[in-house]
């Protein structure tokens, strides 16, 4: 596609339900980040794989979260036991090099997470 | 201490008024640094990056000074298209980009 892709747009889910994220970045992008937005907030950051490498985490906020992108093209942003402090939109962003241009990234439009 | 740091506004200006947002960082060996727009319910995207010896792209000018660790952006002629929030955000190392918490803009006719 031509651009990155999030889904689901929207999910809903009950405290203590597991979630799956997915995000299809631009096509031939080497990196990819996970962020996460709360209400009235900026982006904070979670997680960046570079290729199928993931190689920073330090952002997860708990061992509840986990991210994988298995063939160094599609992630999953995976929470387990959903919190009601989980509730925030997750943006995924990809950029072309792995050489550090990592400043022009292209967001998706989010999945945005409410945990009742 | 947040290591972006920006005032959250909002920012209350009518059409064609010139408004200037500032932002301040703490981690001095941040090596890049840029302004990204977000729209409400909408993805970040960049607006421009910051270099030392300023820049600028139509109305929109940014100024970077390291010593004190502040960014500034500048908008002139405000449009009512240019409501949005603005994110400072700044490079460090190997890192990811670090977000501020973004300042809003709300153009009035």
């Known amino acids: 596609g031509a651009g990155v892709s999030q889904s689901p747009r929207y999910k809903v889910a009950k405290r203590g339900q597991d979630v799956a994220l997915r995000c299809d970045p631009i096509s031939g992008h080497v990196s990819l980040f996970w962020y996460q937005q709360a209400l009235g907030q900026g982006p904070e950051f979670l997680t960046y794989?570079?290729?199928?490498?993931?190689?920073?985490k330090s952002g997860l906020p708990s061992d509840r979260f986990f991210a994988e992108r298995p063939e160094g093209s599609v992630s999953t942003l995976k929470i387990q036991r959903t919190q009601q402090e989980d509730s925030a939109v997750y943006l995924c962003a990809s950029s072309w090099h792995g050489d550090r241009d990592n400043e022009k990234l292209f967001f998706g439009s989010g999945t945005q997470l409410s945990v009742l | 201490r947040k290591e972006v740091e920006q005032d959250p506004g909002p920012f209350n200006v009518p059409e064609g008024a010139t408004v200037a947002f500032n932002c301040t960082y703490s981690n001095s060996a941040s090596q890049s640094f840029f302004w990204y727009r977000q729209d409400c319910r909408k993805e970040p995207k960049l607006l421009m990056s910051?270099?030392?010896s300023g820049n600028e792209d139509g109305r929109f000018t940014a100024q970077l000074n390291r010593a004190s660790q502040y960014i500034s952006l500048l908008i002139r002629d405000s449009k009512l298209s240019d409501s949005a929030t603005y994110l400072c955000?700044?490079?460090?190392?190997?890192?990811?980009?670090?977000f501020g918490s973004g300042t809003r803009l709300q153009v009035q006719p």
């Open positions: 910051v270099y030392s």
């Open positions: 955000v700044v490079l460090t190392g190997r890192r990811a980009l670090t």
């Open positions: 794989f570079q290729n199928e490498a993931q190689l920073d």
